[in-house]
């Protein structure tokens, strides 16, 4: 399973992404979660301490110049666009158990469609990451579309979009399926979130008709709970037993792929 989570900021893709990775991590399963969104909260969600929250890559200012040959925050000029990155995962990752957590960091942006060591480093990083073959990998992209433009997920197995039961979520979740296509990817998928009621659930399914919707979480005062104590949010046996639901049915969706 290679995926990459995203959707319109507030929706709880985050929470989506620490949940389907915690559910990987009890079972004793391999998975690589990595923090591609530049206000990285991936280490907290997942219950890592702050002390040991890893270094983003794209801070590695001396080894991305290494690797690429050109000094970080730098356009226009020579670099090596496939630099050595298959030992970033062994050295910067946080692990605990079968999960490993890499952050990316913020690669400060120079125009539209720019080239630069930091994004070219990342997305050989990235890359070296899908062909793993013994590990899931679990992305947790930044909110809204401006990513897709970037073609950092273009090899994933699938995108996981999770929306909100209204209707600036949904709209966000639409536009981003033609942006997905013209990458060239035919899987998107659909996680409902925060679910009060059995109309939302109904809004969800009829906003989504024409797409895959892997589950609907509902809402859960823990998970609130959670979010303003800095805890995680792991506690709800309801909302955990549903995001197994969704699990399965994502690989079911990947092995007919």
């Known amino acids: 399973m290679k995926i990459a989570v995203t959707g319109k900021g507030g929706v709880g893709k985050t929470t989506f992404t620490a949940m389907l990775c915690n559910s990987l991590e009890k079972e004793g399963i391999k998975v690589l979660a990595v923090d591609a969104d530049p206000d990285a909260n991936l280490a907290a969600t997942l219950g890592f301490p702050e002390d040991r929250h890893p270094t983003p890559v794209s801070e590695l200012k001396d080894l991305i110049a290494e690797r690429t040959g050109a000094q970080p925050g730098t356009w226009g000029g020579i670099f090596k666009l496939n630099p050595k990155v298959d030992d970033i995962p062994d050295k910067y990752c946080l ?52 990513h897709l433009g970037r073609g950092t997920t273009r090899m994933m197995d699938a995108l996981v979009v999770v929306v909100r039961p209204d209707a600036k979520s949904s709209s966000t979740a639409r536009r981003i399926i033609p942006l997905w296509e013209d990458l060239g990817n035919k899987k998107i998928l659909f996680v409902g979130n925060e679910a009060r009621t059995p109309a939302d659930v109904e809004y969800l399914k009829k906003e989504l008709k024409d797409h895959p919707l892997l589950g609907v979480i509902p809402e859960s005062e823990k998970i609130r709970n959670s979010g303003r104590e800095n805890m995680t949010p792991f506690e709800d046996e309801r909302v955990n037993e549903v995001i197994k639901e969704i699990r399965a049915r994502l690989e079911q969706e990947l092995a007919g792929n």
Do not use: Y
């Not at 605990?96 to 930091?118: D, F, Q, Y």
């Open 95 to 146: 692990r605990r158990g079968s999960l490993s957590l890499l952050v990316m960091g913020t690669v400060e942006k120079g125009g539209s469609g720019c080239v630069c060591p930091e994004s070219a480093f990342i997305k050989a990083l990235i890359s070296h990451m899908v062909f793993q073959g013994d590990q899931h990998l679990i992305m947790d992209m930044e909110a809204g579309l401006e």
